[in-house]
């Protein structure tokens, strides 16, 4: 791997470690101000905001200016977010001025590493990051929990700066306060990113010509015949697991009787799962086989569903891990063909705005289902039981979709597979 490639990682790692935590730090926040029920499932869905209202754009941005810049950029709005939430900013807002440096990082970070490497490499690299992403969102959750628990609470409010009186007082706040630090660790690598050869390609000021020429490629890529399987398939992953890291939450205290700091440990397990499998995959499977996978997204809501049976802490962890590692196994390969298809069709930085679009507007669906049915009444065992009902049911028919394509359409697909086939093996 290219040097450059580290220094991607580690900017990648800190940035998204601070937004997990961040997470963890705004469920506490509200909680401890009395907000009302719903608006803690409401914290995916408002992060996903702006990367659904801004999908036509940030590929463009992305693919506009050296990237490195982009995340250095992007990073910087995440600090903005993350101030806002500290000072008396609504923490839902907070969060979603968080999601929009998100909504911008993502297709630069992900862009870049169809520039700085070879298509043989993008499974492996896509282990990589996906490992990493999953790792520090392990490590994310795990470090929210224990900053807003009263070990490392306590010690972060003693720490006094003279003469300034910061106007941190409460758990969350000084969880929150933490965050600004690591963003600011992500920065200092943004600013190393070394600038790559490919060409830049300017921006254009028309709204119109923009929008345009995002919903051509989204559905260029809804009209490719592996495409549209690894689309749909890291679609309804995504916005699932989007939100099952806040379901966490409510689950462990209905099931376990569990706090925030004991629940964000439970979240973590989840995540360990996922990255070791990511890893595993990014070694064991090949880009043109990576269809053969589906029948594990029907497990996965399967096992989903027994979740709502288990009230014991160590029949809960081990199912937790294998649930993760379910997603894992299954979302590094279909990613990894569905950016070698996006590139092959419109370039990098388009093709992940699509895909984020299509991931996050299915967190922002589900999440905001999610907490309507929370304001409704429903429990956390309901919205498990909805989940799990709906992922098997959906990767059931993205089953007997590619079916259907191996049938009716075999030339073609036969004649994809083997591109993928030959650019994974250079």
Same mark, same amino acid.
């Given at each position: 791997?290219k040097?450059?490639?580290y ?31 719903w608006?803690?499932p409401a ?26 810049k ?18 008396g900013g ?16 993502s ?6 590493? &169809? ?17 990493l ?22 010690a972060?409010?003693?720490l ?5 009186? &910061?106007?941190?007082? &409460? ?29 830049? %390609? ?8 923009l ?10 890529l809804? %009209? ?19 939100n099952?890291r806040?379901?966490?939450f ?11 700091? %004991?629940?964000?440990?439970?979240? /973590?397990?989840v ?15 090949k880009?043109?086989?990576? &269809? ?11 096992l ?19 649930m ?8 590094v ?20 705005? $699509?895909?984020n679009?299509n ?8 999440? /905001? ?21 709906i992922?098997?049911? $959906? ?31 250079h």
């Amino acid at each position: 791997m290219k040097k450059g490639f580290y220094t991607i990682m580690s900017a990648q790692f800190f940035s998204s470690l601070a937004d997990n935590a961040l997470l963890v730090a705004a469920i506490e926040l509200l909680k401890s101000t009395q907000a009302p029920a719903w608006q803690v499932p409401a914290l995916a869905p408002m992060f996903a905001f702006f990367y659904v209202a801004l999908a036509p754009f940030v590929g463009a941005f992305a693919d506009s200016a050296p990237k490195g810049k982009v995340m250095f950029y992007s990073n910087s709005i995440k600090v903005v977010g993350c101030l806002m939430m500290l000072f008396g900013g609504h923490p839902l807002l907070a969060y979603a001025i968080v999601g929009l440096g998100a909504a911008a990082y993502s297709p630069a970070k992900y862009g870049i590493l &169809t520039e700085l490497l070879p298509a043989s490499q993008l499974v492996k690299a896509n282990g990589w990051i996906e490992g990493l992403t999953v790792g520090s969102i392990i490590l994310g959750v795990l470090l929210g929990g224990q900053l807003v628990g009263p070990a490392a609470s306590s010690a972060l409010l003693s720490l006094d700066l003279p003469l300034l009186d &910061t106007g941190v007082d &409460t758990a969350p706040e000084a969880a929150i306060a933490s965050m600004v630090l690591l963003y600011g660790i992500a920065a200092l690598f943004n600013l190393r990113i070394p600038r790559t050869d490919a060409p830049l %390609q300017p921006m254009t000021g028309n709204l119109g010509t923009l929008m345009a020429d995002f919903w051509q490629c989204n559905s260029r890529l809804w %009209q490719d015949k592996l495409g549209q399987i690894s689309l749909a398939t890291t679609t309804l992953v995504w916005g699932v697991s989007g939100n099952m890291r806040v379901i966490v939450f409510p689950w462990a205290a209905a099931a376990l009787g569990y706090s925030t700091t %004991q629940a964000s440990s439970l979240a /973590g397990v989840v995540v360990l799962g996922t990255a070791a499998s990511a890893v595993f995959a990014s070694v064991m499977m090949k880009l043109d086989k990576a &269809t053969s996978l589906i029948p594990l997204g029907i497990a996965m809501g399967a096992l989903m569903l027994c979740l709502n049976v288990i009230r014991d802490l160590y029949i809960a962890v081990p199912f937790l891990i294998m649930m993760g590692a379910t997603a894992g196994f299954l979302i590094v390969p279909m990613n990894a063909l569905l950016q070698h298809r996006g590139h092959n069709l419109m370039g990098a930085g388009r093709s992940i705005a $699509v895909q984020n679009f299509n991931e996050q507007a299915c967190i922002l669906l589900l999440g /905001g289902l999610y907490a309507l049915g929370v304001k409704l009444g429903l429990s956390a065992f309901g919205a498990i039981t909805v989940f799990g009902l709906i992922v098997a049911g $959906v990767m059931w028919a993205i089953g007997r979709w590619h079916k259907h394509n191996t049938v009716h359409h075999k030339a073609e697909v036969d004649r994809l597979l083997e591109i993928a086939r030959t650019d994974g093996h250079h």
